[in-house]
């Protein structure tokens, strides 16, 4: 008969590390989503990285045809000036990446301020169903951007 395994404790408040971490992350956040408010969102529906001083898209120049990632810094863009229907026009996944980015900012912001454990639940979700759906919403957004591709 199999020894029964102790009970996992966690402690009741994040370690300091943790908050240190979570308030990176948040800072991190943040700065995407600075970036991409601090930018116009281009009229064609990519390209705002280049107003980033990023160079054009090499698969773009050489082929004509959208990259993987093409659109979601104008989705972003579009997000963070709250043209939240354009965003996901723009790039469907560009506008749940943004989407994203500001739930985990004010998710880290807390636990860095509260010694929260939300960060822990939060890694929790990252499963390999959950990358192989982020997979598969990056591919759905590529035919996406492909079959609007102007």
Do not use: N
Not at 78 to 103: C, D, E, N, R, V
Not at 118 to 138: C, D, E, M, Y
Request: with cysteine.
């Amino acid at each position: 008969m199999p020894t029964p395994r102790p009970e996992r404790t966690e402690p009741l408040r994040a370690t300091l590390a943790e908050r240190l971490f979570a308030a990176i992350t948040a800072l991190v956040c943040l700065a995407v989503l600075i970036a991409g408010a601090s930018v116009k969102p281009s009229a064609e529906g990519h390209g705002t990285h280049e107003s980033l001083g990023l160079p054009p898209c090499a698969w773009v120049v050489w082929f004509d045809k959208p990259c993987a990632t093409c659109g979601m810094t104008t989705a972003v863009s579009h997000a963070t000036h709250a043209s939240f229907l354009q965003s996901a026009k723009t790039q469907p996944m560009g506008f749940l990446i943004a989407l994203t980015l500001a739930t985990i900012f004010w998710g880290a912001t807390h636990q860095a301020l509260t010694a929260s454990r939300i960060g822990s639940v939060a890694q929790r979700a990252i499963t390999t169903k959950a990358v192989i759906l982020f997979l598969t919403l990056i591919l759905a957004a590529w035919i996406y951007k492909a079959a609007t591709w102007q």
